[in-house]
C-alpha cells in the first residue's frame, strides 16, 4: 500500500467514484460533497490498515454507501416529490440512458437506503453481485434477494407511475 504521500493521488483517482455514489444516492450535490468529504477524512484515519488496491476501493465503496445510508436515517430524507405527482412522460420513447431519466431517478430515490444502496451498486457503478456483497459485507444471497425486491419494486411503482400494465 502507498504511504502517506501519495494520499492526494489516491483521493484524485478515486474521488469522481466517491462523489457519484453520494449523488446518486441523495440527489443533493452540497451533501454529496460534504459526505465525499467525510469519506476521505475517514480514508485518512483509516489509511494504515488498507491492504492493497482492490481493498481500497472495496473499502471506500462500502464506507461511501453507509454512510449515504446513515445520512438518509439522521435527515429523514424522503424523495422530494411523491410518486403520484411525477408527470407522465410526453413521449413513449425510452431514454438512452435509463439513470438519466427524472422519473426513475426519483423511483430510486423513494427506494429503502438499504436497496437504494444495491442499485445505485450494480446499475450506476456497475458492479457484479459478488463485488457488492464484499463491499457491503453481505451474503451473495442476500445481496441477489434484496436486488430482486428492490427491482420488483421499482416496477410495480415504475408501470403505477408511467400507466403500463404488463
Known amino acids: ?8 493521488g489516491i483521493v484524485r483517482e478515486h474521488q469522481s467514484m466517491v462523489f457519484s455514489i453520494a449523488y446518486h444516492f441523495l440527489h443533493d450535490r452540497p451533501a454529496a ?5 467525510d469519506v476521505f477524512l475517514r480514508l485518512y484515519k483509516s489509511f494504515g490498515a488498507l491492504e492493497s488496491a482492490e481493498h481500497l476501493t472495496r473499502w471506500l465503496r462500502r464506507v461511501t454507501t453507509n454512510r449515504c445510508i446513515d445520512y438518509c436515517r439522521r ?7 411523491g410518486l403520484e ?3 407522465e412522460p410526453s413521449s413513449p420513447s425510452r431514454p438512452p440512458d435509463p439513470m438519466l431519466s427524472r422519473t426513475l431517478r426519483q423511483l430510486v430515490a ?13 446499475y ?7 463485488e ?4 457491503l459485507d453481505m451474503p451473495v444471497g442476500t445481496v441477489k434477494s434484496q436486488l ?19
Open 1 to 8: 500500500m502507498p504511504d502517506r504521500a501519495d494520499f492526494e
Open 124 to 130: 450506476q457503478e456497475e458492479m457484479e453481485t459478488e
Open 85 to 87: 405527482q411525477v408527470p
Open 132 to 135: 457488492i456483497a464484499r463491499a
Open 33 to 37: 460533497e460534504e459526505l465525499a468529504q
Open 75 to 81: 435527515s429523514k430524507l424522503m424523495p422530494r416529490i
Open 110 to 122: 423513494s427506494l429503502p437506503g438499504n436497496w437504494r444502496a444495491l442499485v445505485i451498486l450494480k
Open 148 to 166: 430482486s425486491r428492490a427491482l420488483d419494486f421499482l416496477r410495480e411503482k415504475a408501470s403505477r407511475v408511467l400507466g403500463e400494465t404488463e
